[in-house]
């Protein structure tokens, strides 16, 4: 595959973004979640994000990111109010999910940064990210974003409960993500 990042664009989610959004959602949650969560379960949680779901979503105003190469959305990235009042971060970051084929060239710290900009000029400097705690590749992406590790708990699935782990991100913590 040939890309060139000049065509690659970082924007904010538009109703008309709800195929590729649920295109994006379906192949970056079988990527990450096949063997971690049971079949069933993921085929269940993915039928329930179609198209319709994600334009909604996007006309209701949940803040929603996208990595857009020009074809179309690539990557997302959902954020909000912290879920989790009894810890020091008024903002979360819900998702971030690139097609796997996306992974790993630094589309996914543009996005992230991208993100904590925007939250912090809103006022939130402080922001979680939630990972699955058996999903490798997002524990270390987050670790090597400088976020530590500040809680576990564990999420209950229908057949299943899966542990999980809190990153915090900081003031000091450095936007880049670079270390």
Known sequence: MVMTTQSIAIRSARPTDGHDLAMVHDAAWRFAYRGVLPGAELERMISRRGPDWWGKAVRRRVPIVVLDDGK???????????????????????????????????????????VRQRLSRRGHDAVIVWSLAENDAACQFYERLGGRSVATADEPFESVSVAKVAYGFDKHTARSGAR
Do not use: D
Not at 87 to 92: H, I, K, M, T, V
């Open 72 to 114: 179309a959305v690539r990557g997302y990235v959902t954020y909000g109010a912290s879920r989790v009042r009894s810890l020091p971060y008024r903002a979360e970051i819900y998702e971030l999910y690139i097609q796997p084929e996306y992974a790993g060239l630094g589309f996914g710290r543009k996005m992230f940064r991208t």
